[in-house]
């Protein structure tokens, strides 16, 4: 009986919150209404001058992305390359992967995803045992790693799986989201909300990523299942 007043309680709490809510946006509306109403035609029609520029504006900046290889996801062949790249968009996610590792095709499939949907990011892929000193210099130490970059500078890393729910089965939902967390992105979630969806099936506890943690500063181990994913650099690749 105290667990079903508990449960009615918090429902009532939820209702009137959600209730709260939408009075706060249809007040909202309700004063962006009468604002427009009470414009005159000169106003009116500055509004929608502001309003195309801005339109004009953000196409332009996404036909300039596009020119400099957004919307896609691309494998750059060498080091040289990559400097280029990084070099000319502010926002670049490099994920650095080996031919026989599984884990990194299961990376492709989602970033292929996400680089269409984020054009505002450039998505690259690099051949880790071709790059050896951009992987000694960025300590790429762990197969996949994606290295999230901006204005040209590494700010974060993506080791492994480990930040995506340590399974095979990550959603693409999820990498986004923590793509997000790093700010590469332009992010319209919540990212106090990881969308970890596989949560309960694989008995795992989450907690809010810490980016001290997720620097990519010490080797990293990661285990999945009965897989380990261990790198040794220079000389070989175990997975």
Request: hydrophobic share 35%; proline share 3%; glycine share 4%.
């Amino acid at each position: 009986m105290a667990a079903d007043s508990s449960v009615e309680i918090l429902q009532k709490v939820l209702e009137n919150e959600i209730l709260q809510t939408a009075k706060v946006v249809e007040e909202h509306l309700d004063a962006e209404m009468q604002k427009l109403d009470q414009m005159d035609e000169d106003e009116l029609e500055c509004l929608k001058q502001r309003r195309l520029e801005a339109l004009k504006k953000a196409q332009q900046q996404k036909q300039e992305w596009l020119s400099k290889g957004h919307g896609e996801y691309r494998e750059i062949p060498s080091e040289r390359d990559f400097f280029q790249e990084v070099k000319e968009s502010k926002n670049v996610v490099c994920h650095f992967y080996r031919d026989t590792t599984f884990r990194c095709q299961i990376m492709d499939k989602h970033l292929t995803v996400l680089a269409k949907k984020h054009i505002e990011t450039k998505f690259l892929k690099l051949n880790a045992e071709k790059s050896p000193f951009l992987c000694e210099r960025l300590r790429i130490k762990v197969i996949p790693t994606l290295a999230l970059l901006k204005d040209g500078k590494t700010q974060d890393y993506i080791v492994g799986f480990t930040d995506l729910g340590n399974t095979d089965d990550f959603t693409t939902e999820t990498l986004e989201w923590r793509l997000g967390c790093a700010a590469v992105i332009n992010y319209s979630g919540n990212l106090m909300d990881p969308p970890f969806q596989s949560q309960k099936k694989f008995g795992t506890s989450f907690t809010k990523l810490d980016k001290k943690t997720i620097r990519g500063k010490k080797l990293i181990f990661s285990w999945t299942s009965s897989f380990i994913w261990l790198v040794i650099w220079p000389h070989t690749f175990q997975c």
